[in-house]
C-alpha cells in the first residue's frame, strides 16, 4: 500500500485517469464499490488513503488489476506535472518559504503549472547548487592541497600585503598586539565590535553598510585565536572576495584569509630573520617560533610550512593527527608518504602507528616536543611533535623534515627511533593473522562518527573502525 503523500497523488490520478477512461462520474463509481462520491474524490486526490479492501472493488470496477492502480507512474503527461507540482510543494525547500500551497485541479491552465513547476524546479537547482556533496568538498580539498604542494605552500603576494599592512599599523617586532590589530581595521575603514549574540555558524561578520567587523567576546583578552578572526575578516576586504559560487572558491578564499591573517601575526621578513638566525645556531624549533610571535603551536608549525620552503631551502612536512589517528590536516613537500583514499584525499585516514604523530601520544612527558627519527620506504625523517587536547579530544601537531635537514633541527640528538613499513598495510593495518583468524567473525564494534566533515569512513571489515584495535583491544580483554 502507498504510504507516502506523494504516493497517494499518484494513486489517486491513476484512479481518476481510468475513470474518465470507462466514463464513470465519481457518483456512478462510487455506488459500485459502496463509496459516497464525496470520499471517492478525497482518494482521487490524494487527501485520503483508501483500505486495501476498497482499493479492489475499485480495481475490479474498473476492470484494471490492482498491480495497475499501485503503479508509481503518471497516467498521462498532465498528470505527471500535477503530482510534480504536489511534491514541491510539499518539499520543505519550499515550506521554508512560508508561502501558501496552490491547489491542483483539472481546471487549472496548463501554463500555470508549467510556470509554477518551472519555478520549484529552479528554487531546487539553485539549493544544490550551493550544498557541496561531500565528494565534491573532498576533491575541491584534495586540489588545493596538491596546488599549494606545487608553490611550496608559499604565496608571495598575500605576504606582501600582509607585510605592508602590519608595517602602516606601526607594528615594530615580536606579536601584533590586540591594539595593532584595531588600527589595521581601522586604516582599512572598519571597526571591531566583540558580541555575545554572533550566529552559530559564522566566525565573524562583517557589516559592509556601518563598516563593522562583528566578532565572538574576547574570553581570553588578546587571544591568538581573536586577532586571527579579526585579521581572516579584514582579508576578505583586503583580497576583493566576491561571494563564492562554488565549493572550490570557498575553499580557495578560506585558505587565503587563513594565510594572510598568518601572514600578519608572523610577518614574513621578521619570521624569516627569526628562523634563518635560529637555523645557523641549530636551534631551530616550533615552539621558539611560537612564542616569539605569540601564537598556537599550530599556527606555528603551519606558518613554517609557508616559509621553510622558499626562505630556508628546506623541504618539510607537517601533519595534525586526532587521538584516534586519524589525519586531520596533512602537508608534504618533503615525500613523506601520507595516507589517502582512493580519491587522493588524505583527511579522516590513520597515519603509521610508528610516527611521532601517534608514538607521541604514549610518551609520558607531553609539556616539550617529542622527538623521533622514523625509516620509512622512502627514507627516514626526522620529526617533532607537540601534544594537545580540545573539544574534540587529544590531538598531536608535528614538523617533520628528511633526515639531512635534521641537522638544523633542536631534538635532532634524540635516540629515538621507529621503523615505519606503511603504506604496506602488513605494517600496523593488518591484525595478526593468527588474532584475525581467532576473532573474525565473532566481534561487532560500533563505530564512533567522525566529526571532521570531510572525514570519510576508513576502509575495513566495519566502516569507521580500525578492525586492528578492535582485535588488539578483544585479546587484551579476553584473557581478563
Ligand atoms: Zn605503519
Known sequence: MPTRASDLVTLGLRIRHFRGERG???????????????QLSLIENGRREPKLSTLQDVATALAVPITELLSGEAPNTRAALEIELARAQKNPLYGALGLPTVKVTKGMPLAALESLL???????????EAIATPEEARRANTELREQMREQDNYMPDIEQLAEDQVRASGHLSGALTHRE?????????????YVNDLPGSTRSVTDL???????????????????????????????????????????WQRLQINYFAAACLMPRN?????LANAKRERELSVEDFRDAFGVTHEAAALRLTNLATSHLEMPLHFLRVNGDGALQKGYENDGLPLPVDVTGSIEGQYVCKQWSARSAFTHTNRTTEFYQYTDTPVGTFWSATQTGAADGGEFSISVGVPFAQAKWFRGRETAQRAVSRCPDESCCR???????????????????LHAHVLSPLPSGTFPGV?????YEFLEAHAAE
Open 270 to 274: 621578521a619570521s624569516v630573520a627569526f
Open 430 to 448: 593488518r591484525p595478526a593473522s593468527e588474532v584475525s583468524s581467532r576473532w573474525a567473525g565473532k566481534a561487532w564494534p560500533s563505530a564512533r
Open 209 to 251: 553598510v556601518n563598516h563593522r567587523i562583528y566578532l565572538p567576546p574576547a574570553s581570553i583578552p588578546g587571544g591568538h585565536g581573536l586577532r586571527s578572526m579579526a585579521l581572516q575578516a579584514m582579508g576578505h576586504r583586503l583580497l576583493g572576495h566576491e561571494r563564492p559560487d562554488s565549493y572550490a572558491e570557498f575553499l
Open 118 to 128: 518551472g519555478l520549484h524546479r529552479e528554487l531546487a537547482r539553485l539549493a544544490s
Open 466 to 470: 580500525d578492525d586492528t584495535e578492535v
Open 24 to 38: 464513470l462520474t465519481l457518483d456512478q463509481l462510487g455506488d459500485r464499490v459502496g463509496l459516497a462520491g464525496s
Open 181 to 193: 590589530v584595531s588600527v589595521m581595521a581601522e586604516q582599512l575603514g572598519f571597526n571591531l565590535i
